[in-house]
């Protein structure tokens, strides 16, 4: 059976998924036949599951990005949830819910795309031009250019810090920068390249990277070697706008359809 004919059997199947309850034995018997389809097109270990409705928890990065509609970009740390908009990065406590206003806009950043913490620094990623790094002081924060040379970021479209900064870049690569300088990061037995992926999700405590695949309604985990380690799919995936993942609770939080849905993410 050639690609072609299995992605046009993955298109019939991702739309029969749909005319049936979640439930029913129909929605389960499409759901093993797609994973089977698209374990063949990947060449990966891929588990297409039932995505599960919840309620997100309150102050929780899927529940904050929920109700900040103007925001562009969100991470969290164990205790705060961070967000940027065109004019201010915002942190929201994880406890209480307090919001705060951390840094304004003084024409530091044009196109926000991308947010992240280390070490108690904010990093923001300005599509096109740098990745800015804000380091907390007595009067306030300071910024400085994270880069020792400019890469060209025209296509960056989100990233993730445990120690290396991760970027995605729109056409499915993956660029790794370690002290400001590349260092070499190749996905590895990647069968179905990446089709506009818009998120990327690490951080120092996870052992995984799991890279946001709307289009091919997948997100896809990674050995922090670049090796693909699963895919998971489901059809609330196409119009994801946001992942969470919790490796200790082994799941996947998922936002689409202004919903936040779960996904168990077994090893």
Not at 114 to 139: E, F, H, P, R, S
Not at 203 to 210: G, L, P
């Amino acid at each position: 059976i050639s690609d072609e004919d299995l992605h046009k059997a993955e298109a019939l199947l991702l739309a029969g998924k749909d005319t049936f309850p979640a439930e029913s034995e129909e929605a389960k018997k499409i759901a093993q036949l797609l994973a089977k389809v698209q374990q063949a097109l990947s060449g990966n270990v891929q588990k297409t599951s039932i995505a599960k409705k919840i309620t997100a928890e309150a102050n929780s990065l899927l529940a904050v990005e929920q109700k900040n509609n103007n925001g562009l970009a969100f991470t969290q740390d164990e205790t705060t949830v961070y967000f940027v908009t065109d004019k201010t990065i915002m942190s929201i406590s994880t406890k209480d819910g307090t919001k705060k206003t951390l840094i304004e806009n003084t024409g530091d950043w044009k196109n926000a795309v991308g947010i992240a913490v280390y070490n108690g620094n904010i990093y923001l990623l300005d599509q096109g031009n740098t990745v800015l790094k804000y380091t907390a002081g007595n009067n306030g924060f300071g910024n400085s250019n994270y880069f020792t040379d400019k890469p060209n970021l025209s296509q960056a479209v989100s990233m993730s810090i445990d120690s290396a900064v991760y970027l995605l870049l729109s056409d499915g690569t993956i660029k790794k920068y370690l002290r400001g300088k590349e260092e070499a990061f190749i996905i590895k037995n990647l069968k179905q390249p990446f089709t506009n992926p818009t998120k990327i999700v690490t951080t120092t405590d996870m052992e995984s990277i799991y890279i946001l695949d709307p289009q091919n309604s997948r997100i896809v985990k990674l050995a922090k070697d670049g090796t693909v380690q699963k895919a998971y799919a489901d059809t609330i995936i196409k119009q994801a706008k946001d992942v969470m993942v919790s490796e200790d609770e082994q799941k996947l939080f998922i936002l689409s359809q202004d919903a936040v849905w779960e996904i168990t993410a077994d090893k």
